[in-house]
């Protein structure tokens, strides 16, 4: 590591106290990269094991790695706290701006302690941190609140703004994070977290500093590797093409995109909303994260009609994906995109969780189908699937927690079906609301067994697609998805886009991590991912967490897969060989 890079200096904020100080930890950097290594580390060290979520000794880690700001699409800031959603390993990613913004603030890492007595927000920049008066802000929208700071704030251009919506405000448990408008730290209830802190948002005022390397010749043969690897990839063009919506179709066609809480796996609208019929009919405009040459993110430029004026109308620009439009259309029976997009700017604006929120309002809706609650509960509304309006006013409801109901839903389909029934259709596993697949086998182990339950964390639902069922091999499959989320803890200590992936193998991680004065060689980081994810599920375990102890929603063996019907036992075994696997290669690593 450089003696000159700011990476090693950590910001620790202490909001009860309203103080700030700055330690240099080179050789935690040093050890662990960075990002999802680094957090994971000071994790541990800042979290004590008996508290509860919504304990001011539950901190908020920021952290990022030594290529952000110096190689394409390096442009994610991973987060890391205890989740106040399944009281596990709280862990979210989010790209924009904030990661090359802290950078270049003369930071690798920000921990946020305590709780304040009133609301605020704060500013940090390379000359410490600012404690501004949030009480006015408090009860604002995240486009209001963003509006509001743009206005106030100087770094137009260089800065980064996270806030809260009023989910966060009242602890909804998986409430986001939204940062640069269209993108979020989202799943796990960071959101939550601001919201218990009384920390309304973060302004991130990045400078113009140069990063140093250790050989700029090298550094610009590197770059221009990567960035041409990245652009004559075949697989990364649909990402600035159609996005991750292209997924909508392919899915469908293939008996594995969730309908109306998993009753079905197809969708007999789905080419209503699918990537295509956004891109002909609503695409305003892309989007890049910074430092980014594919511009994956679309935004739909969604046209309402002001009531009484012929011909006038306002125009609301809305980023969209597969998963926001899984969770907000086929998941809940919304077949017209214009339908989703509405959904997705009120769930945005409150700061929902897109993919909880969705599997909340499915659950909710056969509940009701089922008698299992009623108009007493919901308010006097009647939830059907496919009924936009009423799903708008509940999350009104459910954002403002307005009855014991919606304060239940407000904590997730896990909690709210211990309560009232229906655990046999409510879709989370270890607590966190299911992705927008049922592919097979491969990604229901990767939802039990993930260290976040994220569909991203070991991609199963990948393997799924291109495994035939006669082929499936269960000892195969799981030291595959192992061997996955492994690498990509290292991957997110860079911390790079998974987009990326097909290009970021261990060889060119090691000759990044080099040009920062990381001597790595790719052995090394195949060992430093698994001791990263061993650490991960040490935290975990000391918190009661067993895979093979989690409930399995009955629903995913009810509903047929493109494998077929899953076998119950099956799907157990797998989690205990991925179990027995990571405790017999844990051995201290972490230690």
């Not at 090359?100 to 305590?114: D, E, H, Q, S, T």
């Not at 251009?157 to 993108?183: D, H, P």
């Not at 700029?216 to 063009?237: A, G, Q, V």
Request: positive net charge.
């Amino acid at each position: 590591m450089l003696k000159n890079d700011p990476l090693k200096r950590v910001l620790y904020i202490d909001l009860s106290s309203k103080k700030f100080w700055i330690e240099e930890r080179r050789d935690l950097f040093e050890k662990y990269i960075g990002g999802t290594g680094v957090a994971s580390a000071l994790l541990e060290e800042e979290c004590p094991k008996e508290i509860d979520p919504q304990d001011p000794k539950n901190p908020i880690i920021l952290a990022v790695g030594p290529s952000t700001g110096l190689f394409p699409i390096v442009s994610k800031t991973v987060s890391m706290f205890l989740s106040p959603h399944n009281k596990l390993l709280g862990e979210s990613h989010a790209g924009g701006r904030s990661a090359v913004a802290l950078r270049l603030a003369g930071y690798g890492a920000v921990i946020i302690r305590g709780k304040s007595n009133i609301p605020v927000y704060l500013v940090i920049d390379s000359n410490g941190v600012k404690f501004r008066d949030a009480r006015a802000l408090w009860g604002l929208s995240v486009s209001e609140t963003g509006r509001f700071i743009r206005e106030r704030e100087k770094g137009s251009g260089l800065r980064s703004i996270l806030r809260i919506g009023r989910a966060g405000e009242t602890g909804v448990t998986y409430s986001c994070v939204v940062t640069e408008t269209y993108r979020h730290f989202g799943r796990l209830g960071l959101g939550a977290l601001f919201g218990y802190k009384k920390l309304k948002a973060i302004v991130i005022e990045g400078g113009k500093k140069a990063l140093p390397v250790t050989d700029r010749k090298l550094y610009k043969e590197t770059y221009d590797d990567i960035l041409t690897r990245l652009r004559e990839n075949p697989s990364l063009k649909k990402y600035y093409e159609l996005g991750t919506a292209v997924n909508i179709i392919p899915l469908n066609m293939l008996g594995a995109l969730p309908t109306r809480n998993l009753k079905e796996t197809r969708f007999e609208k789905a080419e209503n909303i699918c990537g295509e019929y956004f891109a002909e009919n609503l695409l305003g405009r892309r989007l890049a994260c910074a430092h980014c040459p594919m511009a994956c993110i679309h935004i739909a430029a969604l046209r309402t009609p002001y009531e009484d004026e012929p011909y006038f109308y306002k125009t609301t620009f809305i980023s969209y994906d597969y998963e926001p439009i899984y969770a907000t259309g086929s998941m809940i029976g919304v077949g017209s995109a214009e339908g989703v997009l509405r959904l997705l700017d009120s769930i945005d604006n409150y700061g929902f969780d897109v993919m909880s929120t969705g599997v909340v309002l499915a659950w909710t809706t056969e509940a009701f189908e089922k008698g299992l609650i009623n108009e007493e509960h919901t308010l006097g509304l009647e939830p059907k699937f496919g009924d936009v309006e009423t799903y708008l006013k509940m999350l009104f409801h459910l954002a403002n927690q307005s009855n014991e109901f919606y304060t239940a839903l407000a904590r997730g389909v896990d909690f709210t079906s211990q309560k009232y029934g229906g655990e046999d259709f409510a879709l989370a596993f270890g607590g966190n609301e299911m992705s927008g697949y049922h592919t097979g086998y491969g990604i229901h182990i990767t939802h039990l067994t993930g260290s976040r339950h994220s569909h991203l964390d070991s991609a199963g639902y990948s393997y799924d697609q291109k495994t035939k069922l006669k082929e499936l091999d269960i000892h195969k499959l799981v030291e595959k998805l192992f061997k996955e989320e492994a690498y990509r803890q290292v991957l997110s200590s860079a911390i790079c886009c998974f987009f990326g992936r097909s290009v970021f193998d261990f060889e060119t991680l090691a000759r990044m991590f080099s040009l920062s004065g990381f001597g790595y060689e790719a052995k090394d980081l195949e060992k430093l991912g698994q001791d990263i994810l061993i650490r991960k599920y040490h935290f975990k375990k000391a918190r009661n967490f067993a895979p093979s102890k989690l409930r399995i929603p009955r629903r995913i063996f009810e509903t047929i897969s493109p494998h077929g019907k899953l076998d119950e036992k099956v799907l157990k075994t797998a989690v205990k060989l991925y179990e027995e696997m990571i405790e017999k290669r844990g051995g201290g690593a972490c230690k």
